[in-house]
């Protein structure tokens, strides 16, 4: 079955570093989005990109942060310049249809987890 | 309280029993969508419900949706060990754009 891929599955840096996270969505699926799970904490929407460009982001995808779409496989996240907030499971997702229409599903990837120092 | 609540914040049952936990939310939505994490892994899909449905059913599962309350609910019938892991309830509305709201979970353990 079809799966979003992430690496790496655990970061570790120090606090004013800049780090990259990487995914490779489901092929056919057009709508890819990064969320973002502080430990104990809810699941929270950072970014939605679509067409090679960001179609949604919220307060937390500040200046900080900037996605890619390098390749016709890979969509990255990276975060410019780390700080101890920054610590959480990131999670990226990937979906076929707009999140609204048809079924609307996300289809996520395992996470990458990152401890800022 | 924001977008999508679940209640209560853990429950545990023994295998066999049946299991309910609920979602409140409070703008109109589009789609409800309920999640499962197991610990320290992803989010995996299980059942959406569209704001103009009352009920829909999945294998065990059976969920429904009171727009007038602004409420869901998740239930899971004969459960097994294996659904121990944690339930988020997600919410899409026509203001939000393409982005899902979670609530905080439900962590279900289920006891052999």
Redesign the interface.
């Known amino acids: 079955e079809p799966e979003?891929t992430q690496t790496p599955s655990h970061q570790v840096t120090q606090m004013g570093q800049e780090v990259i996270l990487r995914c490779v969505p489901i092929s056919n699926h057009l709508?890819f989005?990064w969320?973002r799970q502080i430990l104990g904490?809810?699941?929270?929407?950072l970014v939605?990109f679509?067409n090679n460009e960001i179609?949604?982001k919220?307060e937390i995808f500040d200046d900080q942060f900037s996605v890619e779409r390098p390749d016709g496989s890979n969509f990255t996240l990276k975060i410019r310049s780390t700080k101890l907030e920054d610590s959480a499971?990131y999670?990226c997702?990937s979906s076929e249809w707009?999140?609204?229409l048809n079924?609307?599903?996300?289809?996520?990837?395992?996470?990458s987890r990152l401890t800022v120092l | 309280s924001?977008q999508?609540e679940e209640d209560p914040q853990a429950l545990s049952i023994q295998e066999g029993e049946n299991a309910t936990m609920n979602c409140s939310y409070k703008t109109s939505i589009?789609?409800l969508?309920w999640?499962r994490q197991n610990s320290?892994?992803?989010?995996?899909?299980l059942i959406?419900i569209r704001s103009n449905e009352r009920e829909k059913h999945s294998g065990r599962l059976r969920v429904t949706l009171d727009t007038s309350k602004k409420s869901s609910s998740l239930l899971i019938t004969a459960s097994r060990a294996a659904d121990t892991a944690s339930y988020?309830c997600?919410t899409?509305t026509?203001n939000?754009?393409?982005?899902?709201?979670?609530?905080?979970?439900t962590r279900l353990m289920v006891k052999p």
């Open positions: 979003v709508y989005y969320y904490q809810k699941v929270e929407f939605s679509y179609s949604e919220s499971m999670f997702a707009l999140v609204g079924t609307g599903e996300l289809f996520f990837g395992e996470g | 924001q999508g589009n789609n969508q999640y320290g892994r992803g989010l995996v899909h959406l988020f997600a899409d026509d939000a754009g393409n982005m899902l709201t979670f609530g905080g979970g």
